[in-house]
Every structure is written in C-alpha cells, then in structure tokens.
C-alpha cells in the first residue's frame, strides 16, 4: 500500500514540476539561451524561476532535515556526499555547455516530449545515450580495479 | 548588456518557480526524495527492484504536463533554433555531464541550493558559467 501512495504521489509532483517548467518558461529554449547570454540582450526571467523555487525550498528543506521518515513513512534520502571534486566540476561544466548550446535542460527536455516536438525527441534519445554511454564508461572504468582486488 | 524586457516574464516566471519550489517540497517530504531530474531519470538505466515505479509515475508526470495543461492554456511556445546536429551534441553532453557531475538544474540548482550544500553551490556556478560562455561563443564570436 505504502508503495503505491509512493508512485501517486511521484506522479503528482511530477506533474506539479512540469506545470512549474512550462509557466517559468523552461520549456522555451530561445527564453532559456536569452538567459544565459548575458552579454547581448538578457531575459532575467530564468534567475526568478530559480529564486521562487529556492524560497520555498529553503523552508522545506530546513524542515525534512528534522525529520526521521518521510510523511508516507519512507526513509529521507538526503544525499550524503559534501566533496567538492573533479567529477563534480568536470561533469557540471559538460552539462552547463551542452545546456548553452541548445537551451535544454534534462526537466524542461522531458516535459517537451509533451508537446510531440520532434526536436525535444531527438534531444532526449541523444540525453538518454550520454546517461547509458556514462554507465558503461563507469562499469568498464571500475572494471580493472575490482580484478585486482580479488 | 541591456534587459531584454519585451521578453522578461518577471510574475509567471516567479509562479513557475514557486510550484518548482513546492513540487520539490513535497517530494522530499512526503517521498523522502529529492526533486533530481537526471538522478531520477538516470537511475533508471541501472534498475534495481522497488526502486523503479517512482521513477517512471514521476517522468510521467513530467511528459504528460502540457498534456494537462492544454485544455487550459494557449500551446506552449518552445523556439528551438539548434540544427539536428547540434541537439544530438547538446543532448549528449547534458546526459554525460549531469551524470558524471551527480546533478543538473533541478538536484544541484533548486534542491541543492535550498539545503545550502556548498557542493552545489559549486556545480551551479560551473553550469551556469559553461552555459554563458558556450552561448557567448555561438553567439558572439561564432555568429
């Protein structure tokens, strides 16, 4: 029972997120690459997307952080990891080049194929393949290693 | 520089991020689960049992939005000016580097930002930043 409480609620806030993307104007890449191009003719509509979230999500978070279980009885899954290393800036820098070239970003690409956009489509097939090609390239990369533990 | 204030959305954009901010909170409250898009989507290409249907009632969701919306509202804009070419490049990009650096726009720029982690703090300046300068390139220097 618990389970399916987990996926309805998954799939309201899901909707809520992409209900969220579309009135910010995520979903428009023109708005999104006129955000990010601060040197020409700036749209700030994006930095206000961010700081409503974040004025909700401050509270929130201040709050789940005292919490023990989830409200639908689950364990809080708060990331753990505080290092500030070389994948986190090497992979955030590839994403953040990948985001100015199109003006996508993995929310706002999902919630296109929505829309039946044929570019959102190819944009989330080539997504997709960057994810699949990191697991293979993290199973093959820890390969060696685990040999020569055993 | 100059405001693009023809373009700028200022009361919508703020209500769009005021949901993003809610859907996010009720996430990790009542899910336990933080609101990461590429995690979510990513972790789906390495299953592991019980760990599945959220993923996929939250992606629905997420499709089926302007699905919902559309009895509502007039069609979604969405001006995509990059070739074929480009969308594969850029989608590749965002797909390995959201999963090498554990994070996109919404896990590390909404989520992480609101639980004042320094580690995504860091990872929004360097997606920020890579996305103004690869913009700058295309539309500056290259154009």
Known sequence: MKKTFDT???????????????FGGMTNPAKVIGFLDVAGNWDPSLALVMGGAILVGVVAFRFARQRTQSFLGGAMHLPASTDINQRLIIGSLLFGAGWGLAGFCPGPAL???????PKAVIFVVAMVAGMAIYELADHF???PRRLNAQ | MSIDWVNFTPGLSLLGGILLGTASALFILANGRIAGISGILGGLLRPRSG?????????LGLI??????APFLPPMIATIDAGTGTLIAAGLLVGVGTRYGAGCTSGHGV????????RSLVATLAFMGAGMATVFVMRHLLA
């Not at chain 1, 309805?8 to 579309?22: M, N, P, Q, T, W």
């Not at chain 1, 919630?111 to 956009?117: A, C, F, P, R, V």
């Open chain 1, 141 to 143: 990369w820890h390969q």
């Open chain 2, 51 to 59: 760990d599945i249907f959220w993923r996929v009632a939250f992606l």
């Open chain 1, 111 to 117: 919630t296109s194929l929505g829309t039946g956009n």
């Open chain 2, 64 to 69: 089926v939005a302007p699905v919902v919306l």
């Open chain 2, 111 to 118: 989520c992480g930002l609101s639980r004042l982690s320094p």
């Open chain 1, 8 to 22: 309805a609620s998954a799939f309201i806030v899901g909707l809520l997120f992409g209900i969220g993307l579309i």
